[in-house]
């Protein structure tokens, strides 16, 4: 039995464990442990986001057990790593102790603060999401206290926020912050005149790590939206109520947020292992600690100086820490199989940082500059894709519906057209009324209501050429079969029957053998043709109505040949869509299970328009169908009930039971 442990459920962490679990999937001499503080995982990158009031915490709070319930092998423990004994190769942790064979250091990073004085006892950090969860609350705190301050200083004291370090994450910082500020002013009945946003930064320069192209931008939109930029001015010292520059100037502040250096987590100094710069433990090119064979480092935490990047560090990003992740797994699967190690080669696709919501800037692919609207689009797909690669497709629809459907104060580059907080009891009549249309429909067809054929007759109504006796024998309806020919069209025709009729007829009794083959093939055409159809989305007295298509297209004639290829089957798929009909028609009026309903209706409304049976008049079906899917169920409806308890259930299915802490290991 070949024993992993991995250490830390970041980024790195869930790469390595999710490449060994799914190598040795169905390896029983293997086990792969998983072993965090918590029993989630945490989208740093987005942390910004809730400091800022944008999000709420469960947006970047991701369950384990949700990400690893289709890798069985992987067993999660929450538990907090206090040591490790290198001689009895034991990880002890305060709860339990794991064995191991080899491991994986995943522990990563935290906030450097250099030893500026007060940093520790007066600023805020942002590495974890208790820390930016306390950003938030601190502020609304100073919010509420400015509110019923009548000092003017201590006021305006009260509402400026400053953040040191213009990185990535500072930077994203205040832009989330400026944002904030016109709802922090309402709710709190403030002057946003007396509210200040600061970055400081001791470079010269902001945002180090894109080009100087992306730095010009970012600084005209900081200046442009009211934020206080200064550069080439640390900080000297944090104290309660205001910093101290290195130039001597002070900022009055009760919020100071330190985004300026990272280093590897402090905690696994107790580890004894050798470490390079900002506390970052050394490791060879397989992420191998340096003189402690079986044990791994990644991530944040790992310090190794890539040759391929001229022996600079492995910055401390997130394509790093899933490759420096993906080594290491890759690594121990070739030491325990005997196959070829991988020295790492960091492959960093670009760099994306927003300013709020709605602005952002990237440099992609070494090429690629991008502003704007494009450049928050690409983080969003980007931050998608990572959902997609961990197979995590509940956190990717989690992520889409937090970013694009729960916001806001508009905060989205889509501004407010996309917020779900609309009131849905408003569109329960056009609920009632839809589900009406299609339940007249199916009954009608049904019971041959109201002059309409009856589709559970013999009568084949579909008009497909291939189902059309008067089609197959078209030589001879033209000297005998006139009138059968034109009760064969005439089935198909829902309005200007009496024209087809005699159109076709008049052809037929001309020797137009050509032109009834041709009506026969093609009803919707006939009908256009022979009934004066004229485009409108409405009727109007006089006129008859056109349809979507003359006449299906060949390739949609061969799917429907192949489904619906002789009478027999057109017959029972006549039945079978009148009960449809009816069964949609009750679903919808009684609100059950109505996204499903309509995004069907929408496909078989699609369908209709391609076999030429669906007319303009009714196209309004789809846009209705569309609008209806913004669950209008869950008012007077038996999704109210429904969904829910569905949802509890599919998710206890896929994904088992999750937890606030997992463990005891076995």
């Given amino acids: 039995m070949k024993e992993i442990v991995i250490v830390g459920a970041g980024y790195a962490g869930i790469s390595a464990a999710r490449k060994l679990g799914k190598t040795f999937k169905n390896d029983a001499d293997v086990k792969i442990t998983l072993v965090d503080k918590h029993a989630y995982h945490t989208y740093m990158t987005e942390l910004h986001e809730v400091a800022g009031g944008r999000v709420e915490a469960n947006a970047v709070k991701y369950d384990l057990q949700r990400i690893f319930n289709k890798y069985k092998k992987v067993q999660l423990v929450t538990d907090t790593v206090v040591g490790i004994d290198e001689a009895t190769k034991t990880v002890q942790g305060e709860s339990y102790s794991y064995h191991y064979d080899y491991l994986i250091l995943a522990m990563g990073g935290e906030a450097n603060d250099f030893g500026v004085a007060g940093v520790k006892e007066n600023g805020f950090t942002l590495w974890s999401l208790a820390a930016a969860e306390r950003i938030r609350a601190h502020i609304k705190e100073c919010c509420a206290k400015a509110e019923h301050e009548p000092n003017q200083a201590k006021r305006r004291a009260l509402l400026s926020f400053i953040v040191c370090g213009a990185g990535f994450t500072g930077v994203e910082m205040v832009g989330e912050l400026i944002e904030w500020v016109p709802r922090l002013a309402k709710d709190y009945h403030l002057d946003e005149e007396e509210f200040s946003v600061h970055l400081v930064e001791a470079a010269p320069k902001i945002l180090a790590m894109v080009t100087e192209k992306e730095q010009d931008k970012a600084m005209r939109y900081m200046t442009k939206v009211g934020i206080k930029v200064s550069t080439g001015d640390g900080i000297q010292a944090v104290n309660k109520h205001n910093v101290e520059l290195a130039s001597g100037k002070t900022i009055d502040s009760y919020t100071t947020i330190w985004t300026a250096g990272v280093q590897g987590n402090t905690e696994a100094k107790v580890f004894g292992l050798e470490t390079g710069r900002a506390n970052r433990l050394v490791a060879d090119q397989y992420m191998e600690a340096k003189d402690h064979p079986g044990i791994y480092v990644v991530g944040d935490l790992v310090y190794y100086e890539d040759p391929n990047e001229g022996g600079r560090p492995t910055p401390q990003i997130v394509q790093a820490a899933e490759q420096t992740g993906e080594t290491a797994a890759h690594n121990i699967i070739a030491d325990i199989k005997g196959t070829e190690k991988h020295a790492y080669k960091g492959k960093y696709d670009g760099f994306m940082v927003s300013i709020g919501s709605r602005y952002g800037v990237a440099f992609l692919m070494g090429k690629w500059h991008l502003t704007g609207f494009f450049a928050m689009l690409m983080k969003h797909l980007v931050n998608v894709l990572y959902f997609f690669t961990i197979r995590s497709f509940y956190y990717m629809w989690t992520y889409v519906r937090h970013e694009f459907f729960k916001i806001k104060d508009k905060r989205n580059i889509f501004r407010g057209h996309l917020a779900a907080h609309g009131n849905i009891l408003w569109s329960v009549p056009l609920r009632f009324f839809y589900g009406s249309v299609w339940l007249l429909e199916g009954l009608k067809k049904a019971f041959g209501l109201w002059g309409t054929t009856n589709w559970f007759g013999d009568k084949v109504v579909f008009p497909f050429a291939w189902l059309q006796e008067t089609a197959n024998a078209a030589a001879s309806a033209v000297t005998s079969g006139a009138s059968e020919a034109a009760s064969s069209v005439s089935s198909v025709v829902t309005s200007g029957a009496s024209e087809a009729v005699s159109s076709v007829s008049s052809a037929v009794t001309s020797g137009a053998s050509e032109a009834m083959s041709s009506a026969a093939s093609s009803a919707g055409g006939a009908v256009a043709q022979a009934s004066h159809a004229v485009f409108g989305l409405s009727y109007a007295y006089g006129e008859s109505p056109k349809p979507v298509l003359d006449g299906m297209p060949d390739w949609f004639a061969a799917i429907m040949r192949f489904f619906v290829p002789n009478r027999d089957m057109a017959l029972f798929?006549?039945?079978?869509?009148?009960?449809?009909?009816?069964?949609?028609?009750?679903?919808?009026?009684?609100?059950?299970?109505?996204?499903?309903?309509?995004?069907?209706?929408?496909?078989?409304?699609?369908?209709?328009?391609?076999?030429?049976?669906?007319?303009?008049?009714?196209?309004w079906f789809i846009p209705v169908a569309i609008a209806l899917m913004n669950g209008s169920g869950r008012a007077f409806g038996l999704d109210y009930w429904v969904m829910p308890w569905l949802g509890k259930k599919l998710d206890r299915w896929l994904y088992g039971r999750t937890s606030h802490h997992y463990g005891p290991p076995a």
């Fill in 573 to 619: 798929m006549q039945k079978f869509m009148t009960v449809m009909e009816i069964l949609i028609g009750l679903a919808l009026i009684a609100g059950l299970f109505v996204w499903l309903i309509n995004a069907g209706t929408v496909v078989l409304v699609t369908m209709f328009c391609l076999s030429g049976m669906f007319y303009w008049v009714n196209i």
